[in-house]
């Protein structure tokens, strides 16, 4: 049964910073390639960042890359992203999938219910 959960969003002005988070349950969370995603209202799904289970270094998509910080915490099976210097076009709900870049808009893994953005004065 997996389940992915993320938290953390919230209400924030341009240029301010949040922290989300992504607690994973009924896989093996350590040995898994995860992917953080987004939508906005009334656009397509967009990859954000993805993290494997055996690189140290996440990729990003190049409107957040210098901006966000995804990271992964294999003993809490949580993953992270650190988003910073936040704008209004980062407004979206975002989801963690347990998914490689290649698959995110596939929609055949498992994804999270989501947690909304949103970056407005």
């Known amino acids: 049964q997996v389940q992915l959960v993320e938290s953390g969003g919230g209400l924030v002005q341009p240029g301010g910073s949040l922290k989300l988070a992504c607690v994973a349950s009924?896989?093996?969370?350590?040995?898994?390639?995860m992917s953080w995603v987004r939508q906005a209202p009334g656009e397509a799904l967009e990859w954000v960042a993805t993290i494997s289970s055996v690189s140290p270094n996440p990729i990003y998509t190049r409107s957040v890359k210098d901006r966000f910080i995804m990271s992964r915490d294999n003993e809490q099976s949580t993953m992270y992203l650190e988003m910073n210097d936040l704008r209004p076009e980062d407004t979206a709900m975002y989801y963690c999938?347990?998914?490689?870049?290649?698959?995110?808009?596939?929609?055949?893994?498992?994804w999270g219910p989501g947690t909304q953005v949103t970056v407005s004065s």
């Open positions: 009924g896989f093996t969370f350590d040995s898994a390639t």
């Open positions: 999938t347990k998914a490689p870049r290649r698959r995110v808009y596939d929609g055949t893994d498992p």
